[in-house]
């Protein structure tokens, strides 16, 4: 294995005993404090995205607003993420890990001490809350290069869909969590005193996450400040899947899991316990399409899965749109969240796969900012389709969108053919 590896010991902690169970065998195990951190970030991520609107609603604000700051958030991500493709090189990935969870532990206290919209936006921007199904914040990327480097071929895509996986599990136990303020009136609490205290819980997990980040090993050679260009021979790939990238997440931006939970409060009067009792659902067949989604692979390639995959759910998506009952919807949507997020390891792999070792932290960026940047436009169209009144218009939207985004990469990456499984980028990128 590479630089990567952390120091060895002649004692086996009890973390190193977990990862051997639920890494791939040839996987450098200093990824387990990663995988860990993004257990925690997930578990925060999934109550946050149906709490968001139900706190933003408790302290007066309008539908609209739900959607503007969700808007915010999204563009502070693809700014921070932006600045970490084009600087971040200049600084360790550890180091630059450790300033994300403390924004994080920040992010937390500043929404549980806000009430007005201008500090909520302003937190909103600079912070790390995350109002959507994925991870779109400034830690992607600096975990993804990490990631990269602990593992290989196909064990890379398997690493992969193990933190796709562990990310949407701990999402579903979150959106699970999202019921607990209702819990705590039960017993007399005040509900927006309950919905704060998830905000400090948010915090905490911050600095816990930080705690996680202090036992990562020492960076790799080429993440030292006298690295060159961030982007060299493989940057005509990675605009060209930045370029695609960002259609599927101006679509998704549509229907982020805070606006999805929106509708089904304003369409079906869903209550915020049953709400998060669906996105937990959804989010455990979410995390059982990432095992499935790196056998499927090895079958008929990466870029077949992302896309052959993606359509279906994109058609569920238009359909439950449509339909008249509240069961019927619900059945819709969670057949759509058992295929739409096959993608998202297979997609990591694919990115890493076709860039130089040291283009993969740029690469990461590069191609998660215009899907930052473009998601971040469309929640605020959504909320405002939804505040007059055009309920379907925003999920039927983002279907068509996403369907015409997996044609267009499908007919535009076909031609790499087996590159997918190697480790080097192809002689001939796509022009």
Known sequence: MSGYSAEKSGEVSGAEVIAEAILPASVDRAALPLLTARALRAFTDGYMAVLLPAYLLALGLDIWTVGLLSTATLLGSAFATLAVGAWGHRFSSRRLLLAAALLMAATGAGFAGASTFWPLLLIAFVGTLN????????????????????????????????????????????????????GLSVFGVDRLLALRAMFVLYAVVGVLVWVIYLRLPAPLAYELPALPAPLGASRGIVLRLAALF?????????????????????????????AGAFFFWAGLLTAASQLVAPLLARRI??????????????????????????????????????????????????????????????AASFTAVPRSLAAALSPSLGGALFASGWLAAPLVACGLLKIAYDLALWRSFRKLGEVDKQDQPPDNPVH
């Open 301 to 362: 390639g990466l870029l077949n899965t992302m896309v052959f995959t993606h359509i279906p759910a994109s058609i569920c998506l238009i359909l439950a749109a449509l339909a008249p009952s509240l069961p019927l919807v619900l059945g819709l949507l969670l057949l759509r969240a058992a295929l739409s997020q096959m993608d998202v390891p297979t997609r990591s792999a694919y990115v890493m796969a076709v860039v130089t070792p040291p283009e993969r932290a740029a």
């Open 131 to 182: 109002p959507s199904s994925g991870d779109v914040s400034v830690f992607l990327p600096l975990e993804h290069a990490r990631l990269a480097e602990a593992a290989q071929g196909d064990a890379r895509t398997s690493l992969f869909a193990c933190y796709s996986l562990t990310g949407a599990l701990f999402a579903a136990l979150g959106a699970l969590a999202a019921a607990v303020p209702d």
């Open 246 to 274: 960002s259609v599927d997440a101006f679509a998704g931006g549509l229907v982020v899991n805070s606006l999805l939970a929106l509708w089904l409060f304003q369409r079906f009067g869903l209550s915020l316990s049953a």
